[in-house]
């Protein structure tokens, strides 16, 4: 099934759908750079918990960065882009369901609509794959012009 869903995905993809790839990877390395700026709020999240939980959140926190970080750079160079959706897809899950409706959906400059634009990104790029703009599609047909 998931080979189906791969060839097809790789023979069905437009190119203007690659700049859309592109920016998917230059959000989430912002959003991973942005949690790692912004670890004020993730202590406030820690200052009640015990410490077996604070290492669990704090070891949490820092795989979401260097996930966010490298499957970024790797979604927007078009290498192991359905591992690397396949891999943020539970990060963003969390995100929309967990961390942003708890905070109000409908205030101004409310990251949940963020979140979901970024969730359905991943979702269709694990079904797409790389695309015609990529790394890996370059390493396999070398001779093939962008």
């Not at 960065?65 to 690397?84: E, K």
């Not at 943020?88 to 409706?101: D, Y």
Request: aromatic share 14%.
């Amino acid at each position: 099934m998931l080979k189906k869903i791969e060839n097809w995905g790789d023979h069905h993809h437009p190119k203007w759908l690659d700049f859309f790839r592109i920016l998917l990877g230059l959000v989430l390395m912002w959003k991973g750079i942005d949690f790692y700026i912004n670890m004020q709020a993730f202590s406030n999240l820690m200052r009640g918990a015990f410490l077996g939980t604070a290492i669990s959140i704090s070891l949490l926190a820092h795989l979401i960065i260097v996930l966010h970080i490298i499957g970024g750079l790797a979604i927007t160079l078009g290498t192991y882009t359905r591992t690397f959706c396949l891999i943020n897809l539970p990060i963003l899950i969390g995100a929309v369901f967990f961390i942003n409706i708890s905070g109000g959906i409908f205030k101004p400059y409310s990251e949940f609509w963020i979140s979901i634009s970024v969730l359905a990104g991943l979702i269709c790029f694990a079904i797409e794959g790389n695309g015609y703009l990529s790394v890996e599609r370059q390493k396999i047909n070398p001779k093939e012009a962008v």
